[in-house]
């Protein structure tokens, strides 16, 4: 039952002696012997992460203040362990404690919720980074650095929680908190407080604290991100380390797949189905023979993921169920890359056009590419060619550069969006459109509220689910050789139904 305004003011002199009694009980059970082992990817206990009224989140008016102190307290436990530490040996001071009178000073600043929350969590300057993206909790003189990029009316509103990692991007920010509606985003630098606001206006892009920070505890459980004191070729900051892929997200794809594929083959008739196949989609020496590299995500995928029983995926794109015209169709994988600097991974078309249509990349601008691909790869297909053919492909990646990701894709298709530099229709998951004359932004991120550069590709564990979506919710109809319709049927995007090519902010 809601309280009444009148009564809920006279309870709030009371709020700093409630807080004096317990905020040391509260201390005492957030901090309880978890045993880690160094360079263990360990299982969140979340059975005391739960939030107020069964909500993992909070109320939609406040921050559910002792979850997310649980939640940034445990991150911190495993970078240290990570680092080679004992947990006996971790400075448990909070934020107040740490920082003292420079601390205090913020108070009638800060939210009673937000306030709460530095008082339950650990802080040190002497502690491993916080996160791949960010060092820890800024200073309490920085903590409203942002202000004046906000009216002045709300100066207030607006905390930078945690600060970005130095040397991830220039005019480094961090995550920014909205006192206001409770809500963040993780601003990788200052840049992007321009796309996250008018608030309103972009609501999808701001989340819950305890949203943000269980998606990296989840990023860490599935082999994402990593911390360890183990060197390595990949991208660093502290223990932390990005993985092009980790094992759990092979797997996590290749069931969404079958999710996909299961879905399709209900809505057909059975004396359509093709004759069940005990091997994958595809062979080790099918992919051996169109140059596919050994150790990657992408090969991982096919040679697990089960053989579908029809012909088309989506609307105008062919399963390869011919191993030779899969090898036809593979443009980049037998191009002459390489980099002195690491590893090269090139796009392997996964589902190519039904009609053989094919891709011309050249672009208006000379300074702006639409080719989605490496700049290796990008820059062995010259001006004015037409060969490349559309279809889905997997992700291309430099393995020693910031952000990339082994588990994404880029659908090609044979036609461009925004020729005519339209404002409405096809969108990125951020809200904004896609880039002018595009040819593979469609179901991609733009701009990451839980942190990362806007060029990483969107996992295709989550095109698949969105597919399947589409299908069961009758937006694609399924015929006698599967998903119906022709690869212009992806121009909907361009039209009021932009919102069934769109896929929600993620990570």
């Known amino acids: 039952m809601c309280m009444p305004s009148i009564q809920l003011r006279t309870l709030i002199p009371l709020l700093g002696v409630v807080l004096a009694l317990f905020i040391p009980v509260v201390r005492r059970h957030l901090y309880l012997p978890r045993e880690i082992r160094p360079f263990q990817v360990y299982t969140i206990d979340r059975r005391h992460m739960s939030g107020t009224d069964g909500n993992p989140q909070g109320g939609d008016d406040t921050m559910d203040a002792i979850r997310c102190a649980t939640l940034h307290n445990t991150l911190v436990e495993h ?57 820890g909790l800024m200073l309490p003189n920085e903590m409203f650095l ?13 905390v930078v929680l945690y600060r970005t990692n130095t040397g991830i ?15 963040a985003t993780m601003a990788l630098a200052i840049e992007d407080i321009d796309i996250t606001n008018p608030v309103d206006e972009h609501g999808s892009l701001w989340h819950p604290l305890g949203a943000v920070l269980e998606n990296w505890l989840h990023m860490i459980e599935i082999g994402k991100i990593t911390a360890s004191q183990n060197e390595t070729c990949n991208e660093k900051y502290g223990p932390w380390t990005w993985h092009p892929y980790s094992a759990t997200q092979v797997d996590s794809t290749v069931a969404a797949f079958e999710r996909l594929t299961t879905a399709i083959e209900d809505r057909m008739s059975p004396n359509r ?9 595809l062979s080790d020496t099918n992919l051996d023979a169109a140059s596919v590299p050994q150790e990657c995500f992408i090969r991982q995928f096919l040679t697990r ?35 002195e600097y690491g590893d090269l991974i090139p796009p392997v078309l996964i589902f190519a056009s039904t009609e053989r249509r094919t891709v011309n990349f050249d672009s208006p601008s000379r300074y702006v590419s639409i080719n989605p691909f490496c700049r290796i790869f990008a820059d062995l297909v010259p001006r004015g060619d037409e060969s490349t053919p559309a279809g889905l492909y997997s992700e291309s990646v430099e393995r020693w550069t910031v952000d990339n990701s082994e588990d994404g894709f880029r659908l090609v298709l044979p036609f461009r969006f925004r020729t005519n ?38 996992r295709l564990e989550r095109l698949f689910d969105k597919w399947r979506e589409l299908i069961e ?13 022709s690869i212009d049927t992806f121009r909907d995007a361009a039209t009021g139904r932009w919102s069934d090519y769109w896929i929600e902010p993620t990570w």
């Open 169 to 183: 991007v220039g005019h480094a920010l961090g995550l920014v908190y909205d006192q206001k509606l409770h809500r």
């Open 79 to 135: 970078a240290w362990v990570a680092e080679g530490h004992r947990l006996e040996e971790l400075d448990r001071r909070s934020f107040f404690q740490y920082y003292g009178d420079a601390a205090d000073e913020l108070r009638d600043r800060l939210d009673p919720a937000l306030a709460l929350f530095l008082e339950l969590t650990i802080t040190s300057e002497d502690l491993p980074a916080f996160f791949y993206w960010v060092s």
């Open 273 to 281: 189905l093709l004759d069940i196949s005990s091997g994958p989609l």
């Open 305 to 339: 993921a089960r053989r579908p029983r029809f012909k088309t995926i989506a609307p105008g794109l062919e399963v390869p169920l011919d191993p030779d015209v899969f090898l036809a169709n593979q443009k980049f994988t037998v191009m002459n890359a390489r980099s």
């Open 473 to 485: 919710s009758g937006v694609w109809g399924v015929g006698h050789d599967g998903v119906q319709g």
């Open 421 to 458: 530099n339209e404002e409405d229709g096809a969108r990125k998951s951020d809200g904004w459109p896609v880039g002018k004359h595009s040819v593979a932004d469609l179901f991609q991120h733009g701009f990451k509220p839980f942190g990362g550069e806007w060029w990483r590709a969107q």
């Open 146 to 158: 942002a202000e004046e990029m906000f009216p002045e009316d709300e100066r207030d509103r607006f």
